[in-house]
């Protein structure tokens, strides 16, 4: 069992990694190409959109799950999963995400009374912010703790 337990975190620790970073350089994509009013959208941009969404919970659910997503796991797996140690590095990713919001919104305000910025600009960005940085948090404190 713990190997699969070990096997799994690493899974969980990489995939929370890449999906966090690969999410931030995703808003680069879309960041004005979602400004048009909805009723302008064409097909392409409601996917994008719907990315969007899709791509944040499940960033917000693998964080707040712990990616325990197969009930065929052994409660002995999921508990493994979701120990006292991994409970506190959630916690940590919280914490972070709460503050680098508070950071990004400061800036955001200090930059709004030199540039125009939209609303729905600062909120995108803002609710990128507060989605990927826990995910990156939680995977890299995980990681340091691991010793890789």
């Known amino acids: 069992m713990t190997d699969r337990v070990e096997i799994l975190t690493r899974r969980r620790l990489v995939m929370l990694a890449i999906y966090g970073i690969m999410f931030l350089a995703f808003q680069s994509i879309v960041f004005t190409s979602l400004d048009a009013p909805v009723s302008d959208w064409r097909p392409v941009d409601w996917a994008k959109a719907a990315g969007f969404v899709g791509w944040s919970l499940t960033l917000i659910w693998v964080l707040a799950?712990?990616?325990?997503?197969?009930?065929?796991?052994?409660?002995?797996?999921?508990?493994?999963?979701?120990?006292?140690?991994?409970?506190?590095?959630?916690?940590?990713?919280?914490?972070?995400?709460?503050?680098?919001?508070?950071?990004v919104l400061m800036a955001l305000f200090v930059l709004s009374q030199f540039f125009a910025l939209e609303r729905s600009e600062v909120l995108r960005l803002t609710f990128a912010i507060a989605v990927a940085m826990p995910a990156c948090a939680f995977a890299g404190r995980e990681r340091k703790q691991s010793g890789d």
């Open 65 to 103: 799950s712990g990616g325990l997503v197969f009930r065929g796991w052994s409660p002995d797996v999921r508990a493994a999963l979701n120990d006292e140690l991994t409970q506190a590095n959630r916690a940590f990713a919280y914490r972070v995400g709460y503050w680098t919001v508070l950071a």
